[in-house]
């Protein structure tokens, strides 16, 4: 019975053995399935970081050859290995980040590399005894000072990578040189190595399928307006169809896409502190009004949160009545629309670099609904209403109000920024019909008439009959 009885626990451990590793199996390929289709999602969804990866593997393979080849090496030895270090830490998505970086790290080691090799020879004044002295002071001041600075929100922003940079080869070759007494030779190879490394990563980061911050920022500015626009179309027809208890036929994804905007505050001052360091490209010349940019994105934030708010009453256990509804339905839904078919026009104006003229029309529309829901909510009308079934919709007014002055001032700082910027002018329909009314007419006129010398030697009478003739060809 004892053997029995073990050997049947024998078989239950091996059978429960081999469904584990059959679970395991299972669990490892569908965890792999996910990863892949995650990989393949990450590249579809932007093709340009499956093109950055490869830039970055490119580069790499450049700077190694330092040490690959002999004739390279024996001049820089050891120091090579700091331009590939460069490419690790400079190498980055736009063309913007990677300049910047490349720059910062350049010009602090070469500020860093003057100070450390004159703190050392001022320290070789001082004697044995003083010079570690000098030097540890030269590292404390610089340091200190250097780290104070980096909490300038400014140098913060644009510089700090450079900073540190600063301190970390201030200190390498002041410190280091106490023990070697070729700091000038270290300091130079130091310095041509960066300089080596960061010119790869920009080089191939413009030459190579450009990512350039400056557009990347452009395009995300006019997508989030364009977002706000869409909710704001939909918003009037969903709630007052949600109200009367009829179905909605607008799109979820569309009222829920300016989600995505109310956390875009550090993408945009990203994106716009990179472009800043770019050189002029495409559409977008040197020195760009970049900051324009933010000032835009954070007036149309500041609708996005009223939007949100707005978007709180779709859904709301609490619905304004069938009879507020009458009374408001056309001022909020002129007020919604309106103000969504100007955002678009003006997210439309952004994208195609023209004055946002067009966007006017729609906002003195919905300025006049708002103008006439306000003395509509002055008016005398509510008394005889429950003031519960009055509040929602009273509120829902007072945030399309707020949302079509937002509206507004959108509107006004996208002009300055199409003025600073020197967008084209907006030529209109009517315009572009007669333009090409007078050039289809211009082609239809361009005939050639040739007069022969026997013409002008023609008698009285032939001349005379000459007016008839030609009217009748230029009948013809």
């Known amino acids: 019975m ?5 050997s049947g626990d024998k078989t239950g451990f091996f059978t429960q053995g081999r469904r584990s590793l059959k679970a395991f199996t299972v669990q490892f390929k569908v965890k792999t399935v996910e990863l892949a289709r995650n990989i393949k ?14 830039k970055v593997g490119l580069a790499l393979t450049l700077v190694s050859m330092f040490y690959y080849c002999q004739p390279l090496y024996s001049n820089f030895d050891e120091t090579a290995i700091w331009a ?10 736009s063309v913007g980040a990677t300049l910047g970086k490349g720059l910062n790290r350049g010009m602090a080691t070469l500020m860093a590399g003057g100070l450390g090799t004159g ?48 301190i970390l080869t201030f200190s390498m070759i002041s410190v280091s040189g106490y023990r070697d007494d070729e700091i000038l030779e270290l300091a130079h190879r130091r310095l041509s190595t960066i300089c080596i490394g960061g010119a790869t990563c920009v080089i191939i ?50 009222l829920e896409g300016y989600k995505s905007f109310l956390n875009s505050n550090y993408s945009e001052g990203s994106l716009a502190n990179f472009a800043a360091w770019e050189p002029g490209h495409g559409r977008f010349p040197f020195r760009h009004p970049w900051k324009l940019y933010l000032k835009v994105g954070t007036l149309a934030r500041e609708c996005a949160y009223r939007i949100e708010a ?39 104006a952004i994208k195609i670099m023209v004055q946002p003229s067009s966007a006017d029309s729609h906002i003195e529309n919905a300025k006049s609904a708002a103008k006439n829901i306000k003395s509509l909510l002055k008016s005398g009308i509510w008394e005889d209403i429950d003031l519960l079934k009055v509040i929602p919709g009273v509120t829902v007014c007072s945030l399309l109000v707020d949302v079509v002055t937002c509206t507004e001032k959108i509107a006004a700082s ?13 030529e209109s329909p009517l315009s572009e ?10 082609v239809n006129c361009s005939h050639v008439i040739t007069v022969s010398e026997s013409t002008l030697a023609a008698s009285p009478s032939e001349s005379s009959s000459a007016p008839k003739a030609s009217k009748q060809i230029m009948e013809v």
Request: charged residues 20%; contains cysteine; aromatic residues 10%.
């Open 119 to 166: 703190a050392h020879h001022l320290a070789n004044l001082s004697g044995h005894i003083g010079e570690p002295i000098l030097l540890g002071f030269f590292v404390f001041l610089l340091a200190s000072i250097s780290t104070f600075l980096r909490f300038f929100p400014k140098i913060k922003s644009r510089y700090d990578y450079g900073m540190l940079i600063f």
């Open 414 to 426: 996208i002009h300055e920024l199409a003025s600073k910027a020197q967008f084209k002018s907006a």
């Open 205 to 254: 980061s413009i030459v190579i399928f450009p990512v350039w911050a400056g557009e990347d920022l452009h395009n995300l500015i006019a997508l989030n307006i364009e977002k706000l626009g869409n909710f704001l179309e939909g918003f009037g027809d969903e709630y007052f169809k949600r109200t009367g208890g009829e179905e909605c036929n607008v799109d979820k994804k569309i």
């Open 433 to 442: 019909q007669i333009q090409s009314v007078k050039s289809a007419q211009m």
């Open 84 to 93: 590939i270090m460069t490419v690790v830490v400079v190498f980055e998505f």
């Open 310 to 348: 707005l978007n709180g009453y779709l859904n709301a256990d609490m619905q304004v009545s069938s009879e507020v509804s009458t009374i408001i339905q056309e001022a909020c839904t002129t007020m919604s629309l309106e103000s969504g078919k100007a955002l678009k026009e003006l997210a439309s």
């Open 2 to 6: 004892e053997v029995g009885y073990g």
């Open 41 to 54: 999602k990450l590249g579809q969804d932007d093709p340009r970081r499956v093109i950055h990866s490869l």
